[in-house]
């Protein structure tokens, strides 16, 4: 199959020597939309505003106070924080009005939080990153019934984190179907349950290293056993 522009992450994952390529692909994009935020974008009013009224969630605050463009977040914070205080600002005019009677009680948030609670369920970068990423899914997909050699890359590969192997298997009824179904699920299975071993036993071993009676045995694959773990159970890539 000849290589077009949206297969090419993907691809690029796979070939990636990694614990698990849907986390390789989505930390790409992660990387890619904290940049771009952070870029000159930030003075684009277009972007202002949806930083403005979206916010970001607290890891990708996080990361974007790493980035040290403390000029660009702090204009980025500043008009969120105008917003913010002017919404709210109106929403507390609308106070809560207790019921009358013994047993009844206000039912639903306040405007106040509603506000807040929407708020806190929306983030930019994450928006940014879930557009995307929904469409390397399907890309993903769309090459294991149109290509061979994609085929070999999933076997080939060390598998995946438990969160992307279940969601692996929660969309693959939406893509496959028959044959086609039964032959990715067996695979997937497969990669996911032989690499997972090996990373565990790994990670024993790693633990046998802190007993004197293996103090002076080899390393093997073992020094780097944690943070493999950490992605296969966590889908965190560290840093």
Same mark, same amino acid.
């Given at each position: ?53 979206? !916010? /970001? *969630?607290?890891? %990708?605050?996080?990361? @974007? &106070? ?10 980025? $914070? ?80 060390? !598998? /995946? *984190?438990?969160? %992307?192997?279940?969601? @692996? &298997? ?10 086609? $179904? ?58």
């Amino acid at each position: 199959m000849k290589e077009q522009l949206y297969t090419i992450p993907v691809n690029d994952a796979f070939d990636s020597d990694c614990e698990c390529p849907i986390c390789v692909m989505y930390r790409t994009l992660e990387e890619n939309a904290i940049e771009y935020t952070m870029g000159p974008s930030y003075m684009e009013d277009d972007n202002r505003a949806m930083t403005d009224e979206m !916010g /970001f *969630c607290q890891h %990708h605050i996080r990361s @974007l &106070y790493e980035q040290k463009n403390r000029l660009g977040l702090a204009l980025i $914070l500043k008009t969120h924080s105008d917003k913010l205080i002017r919404d709210l600002k109106g929403l507390s005019n609308q106070k809560p009005t207790s019921s009358n009677g013994l047993f009844k009680k206000v039912t639903g948030p306040s405007g106040v939080g509603a506000y807040v609670n929407k708020l806190e369920q929306s983030c930019f970068i994450c928006q940014r990153i879930e557009n995307t990423y929904q469409r390397y899914l399907d890309t993903l997909f769309h090459l294991w019934k149109k290509d061979s050699a994609f085929q070999n890359k999933v076997r080939q590969c060390k !598998g /995946f *984190c438990v969160y %992307h192997y279940g969601v @692996l &298997y929660d969309l693959a009824p939406n893509h496959l179907k028959g044959k086609d $179904l039964e032959d990715f699920l067996r695979i997937v299975d497969t990669v996911f349950f032989e690499n997972a071993k090996r990373v565990n036993e790994d990670l024993e071993w790693f633990i046998n290293k802190y007993d004197y009676r293996y103090e002076k045995e080899p390393w093997k694959n073992a020094k780097d056993a944690i943070p493999r773990t950490i992605i296969k159970t966590n889908h965190t890539i560290l840093s």
